[in-house]
Structures are given as structure tokens and as C-alpha cells.
């Protein structure tokens, strides 16, 4: 599965951005979803997932729950990142992922990544 995001941007601290990450291929709907993030001088870290149904299984990092939410829309071999309440210390280039479960996305260690896109939180 090849994977394209984007979406990303200046944003003020406070505000929303949205991002979405395209997958190519027939397959979308067996794999679960996420994103993670890589903040400069820092190690990419895990940001949320949801499985393969969607719906309410989804799973977040302590540092973004209530204020991130992920979905996905099968029809459309995409997966969405609302993001609320920005803060500067969100400010990162974010990655969506795919994996074959949500335990290797939660784990860190999915197979399958896009290019990254940056969103920018200034104060």
C-alpha cells in the first residue's frame, strides 16, 4: 500500500488543521491506520490509530486525547486527522501509517509509511 499526506500548514496555537492521508491500492480495508509525528531534535512517536472497521476503535497518545480524533472513510482508501486545540508543543512532521493490527501500530512498528507533512503550532 502506497500512502500520500497531506494537510498540514501554520496554524495558531489554539486552531485546527485537518490532515489527510490517501492509500492507493484495493486492499485499504484491511488494514488498520494510523499517524505519528516527529518533533525536531525528537524521536517519531506514536499519535493514534484506528483498526480496520473503524468506528470507535481507535486508540491515542495520552498528549492528544479529547483534543485529536481519527477516522477513516473506506470508500474513499482514506484516513483523516482532525486536530483541535493545537498546541506548540504539537508542532511536528506527522505520518500516516498501515499495519496489519492496531497492537503493531500502538507498538511502533508498522510496515508501511507516507511521506510526512509538516504542521507548524505557533504561539
Known amino acids: 500500500v502506497q500512502l500520500q499526506a497531506s494537510g498540514g500548514g501554520l496554524v495558531q496555537a489554539g486552531g485546527s488543521l485537518r490532515l489527510s492521508c490517501a492509500a492507493s491500492?484495493?486492499?485499504?480495508?484491511?488494514?488498520?491506520m494510523g499517524w505519528f509525528r516527529q518533533a525536531p531534535g525528537k524521536e517519531r512517536e506514536f499519535v493514534a490509530a484506528?483498526?480496520?472497521?473503524?468506528?470507535?476503535?481507535?486508540y491515542y497518545a495520552d498528549s492528544v486525547k479529547g483534543r485529536f480524533t481519527i477516522s477513516r472513510d473506506n470508500a474513499k482508501n482514506t484516513v483523516y486527522f482532525k486536530m483541535n486545540s493545537l498546541k506548540v508543543e504539537d508542532t511536528a512532521v506527522y505520518y500516516c501509517a498501515a499495519a496489519f493490527s492496531t497492537a503493531t501500530m500502538t507498538g511502533g512498528r508498522p510496515p508501511y509509511w507516507g511521506q510526512g507533512t509538516l504542521v507548524t503550532v505557533s504561539s
Open positions: 484506528i483498526s480496520w472497521s473503524g468506528g470507535n476503535n481507535t
Open positions: 491500492g484495493r486492499t485499504f480495508n484491511s488494514y488498520a
